[in-house]
C-alpha cells in the first residue's frame, strides 16, 4: 500500500513538468512556422507621393496675398471641358499698343489679346481642369506641371492664383476694381480709368485664352523668392513674364510679377533674351 502511494505521488509531481515542456516546444515551432511564412510574402515597397500643382482662392484686390491657405498640395485633373464661345466686349477700350500682325490658326501659342487685339470672335479653348476650379488649355499643362514640380526641387512653392476667366469673371473683377476705387474717393469715370490699368476690359484679357496664370507663393513662403525663380526659369517651360517693368506704355498694364503667359519655349527663349514684350516681339515678326 505504501508502494503505491510512493510511486502514484511521484508521477504526479511528474506531470506539471512535461506539460510545461510540450508547451514551450509548441511555442517555438509556431514562432518557427509565423517566421517562415512572413520571409516568404514580398513586402509592399514605401512609396512618397511627387509634389505637384497647388493652387488657391484669388488674391485681395490691393496686395495680391492668397485669402485663405491652399485645401491641397496634389494636383487633381478632372475631364476635358470646352469654352463657350467668348463674345468681343461691347465697352471700347483705350488704344495703347501698335498694331500687330496677326498669327496664323496653328501659331495659337501666339494669339496677342490686349486692349486692341480683342478675343477672335466665337474664340474657344479645351480646358484641363485643375484643383480649386482652376482651369488652363490643355496643350500648356504638361509644361506648368513641370515648371512647378522643379521650382519645388529648387526650394520653391508656387501657387496658381487665376488661371482661365470667363468674360462674366473678368467684368465681375472689373466691377470691384471699379467700386474700390470709387470708396477710395475718386470719380466713376477716374475709377474706370485707374481699374483699365490693372484689369482688362472683357474680352480683352490673355486670362479668357486659359495662356495666362497669375502665380504668387504658398501662404506662407516669400512671393518675391517665388516671382524671382520664375522670371528667371519660366522660359525653360515655355512661359514669360507677361507685363513686365518698363513696358507699361506699350502692354497698356501696370508692371505684374505675378502674370506668367504661355508662348512656347523657343519664343519664351527669344522673348526673355531680347527684353522685349510680347507686343514688341510681334511686332518684328516678319509678315
Not at 508547451?23 to 516568404?40: C, D, E, G, K, W
Not at 490699368?197 to 518675391?224: F, M, R
Not at 519655349?265 to 518684328?284: D, H, K, M, N, R
Request: aromatic residues 8%; glycine residues 4%.
Amino acid at each position: 500500500m505504501s508502494q503505491y502511494h510512493y510511486h502514484n505521488h511521484k508521477r504526479k509531481r511528474r506531470d506539471p513538468l512535461a506539460l510545461i515542456l510540450w508547451l514551450l516546444l509548441l511555442a517555438v515551432a509556431a514562432l518557427i512556422v509565423v517566421y517562415a511564412l512572413r520571409s516568404r510574402s514580398p513586402k509592399t515597397p514605401e512609396t512618397t507621393a511627387a509634389p505637384a500643382l497647388t493652387e488657391q482662392t484669388a488674391p485681395s484686390a490691393d496686395t495680391g496675398v492668397p485669402s485663405q491657405a491652399p485645401a491641397s498640395t496634389e494636383l487633381q485633373t478632372a475631364p476635358p471641358t470646352t469654352a463657350a464661345p467668348q463674345t468681343a466686349p461691347s465697352t471700347e477700350a483705350p488704344t495703347t499698343a501698335p498694331a500687330q500682325p496677326e498669327p496664323t490658326a496653328e501659331d495659337w501659342k501666339l494669339l496677342l489679346v490686349n486692349a486692341d487685339h480683342p478675343l477672335p470672335e466665337g474664340f474657344t479653348v479645351a480646358l484641363k481642369g485643375l484643383r480649386n476650379g482652376h482651369q488652363v488649355d490643355e496643350r500648356i499643362y504638361p509644361e506648368l506641371q513641370q515648371m512647378f514640380d522643379d521650382a519645388r526641387r529648387a526650394g520653391i512653392y508656387p501657387l496658381i492664383n487665376e488661371s482661365f476667366r470667363t468674360a462674366e469673371r473678368q467684368q465681375q473683377i472689373m466691377d470691384k476694381y471699379i467700386r474700390q476705387y470709387e470708396a477710395g474717393g475718386m470719380s466713376h469715370d477716374a475709377a474706370v480709368a485707374k481699374a483699365l490699368t490693372v484689369v482688362a476690359v472683357p474680352g480683352t484679357s490673355e486670362h479668357q485664352l486659359g495662356l495666362a496664370l497669375d502665380i504668387i507663393a504658398e501662404y506662407d513662403s516669400d512671393n518675391t523668392a517665388t516671382w524671382n525663380w520664375l522670371r528667371d526659369n519660366c522660359w525653360r517651360y515655355g512661359f514669360i513674364l507677361r507685363y513686365p517693368k518698363g513696358k507699361e506704355e506699350i502692354t497698356g498694364i501696370d508692371y505684374e510679377p505675378w502674370h506668367f503667359r504661355y508662348v512656347g519655349v523657343p519664343t519664351a527663349q527669344e522673348i526673355t533674351e531680347s527684353g522685349l514684350c510680347l507686343e514688341e516681339f510681334l511686332s518684328q515678326r516678319e509678315p
